[in-house]
């Protein structure tokens, strides 16, 4: 079994936009399935294609499966399969031994930057750059899946740094 310990902050604008940053990579992403605690989800990232299974999220600690698949297949599953997407730009920055994931968020989350960071467990230390902010890890709100059919520029009270 494959588990993903992960933690989300967001992200200061001002601090991130002064940041010197390598070039970031397009994603593109939609839900085949989005039921309470279980996801199935399509991504494309640059040159490639991605299918992933996740489970319901425990203390930071979830069951997550991911598959390479081709690109033209990713893009029909896309097509066919799914009603609501996210669009972003990942960016990968190295903060002491760690790799911070950086997504900021396209089209209708535009505003939104979040960053993530995957440990190997949950009481894992890690450095907080200076452009993360207030942490968001456990509020669902923040889930890609919920950002695709509940996007952040329709929240009524917008929690974004």
Known sequence: MALEIERKFLVDHSKWGALNKPEGQLYCQGYIS????????VRIAGDNGYLTIKGPT????????EY??????????LNLFTTSR????????????KTWEVDVFLGDN???????????????????????EREV?????????YLATHPFNSWETKSAV
């Open 86 to 97: 996210v669009e972003k730009i990942r960016y990968r920055i190295l903060v002491g031994m």
């Open 34 to 41: 989005d039921l309470p605690g279980r996801t199935i989800r």
């Open 137 to 145: 890890t456990e509020d669902q709100r923040y889930y890609n899946s």
């Open 110 to 132: 535009t505003g939104l930057i979040i960053a993530e960071i995957e440990l190997t467990k949950p009481s894992e230390s890690f450095i907080l750059p200076g452009w993360a």
């Open 68 to 77: 390479q698949i081709p690109v033209k297949d990713a893009a029909e599953i």
């Open 58 to 65: 425990s203390n930071t600690i979830r069951q997550e499966f």
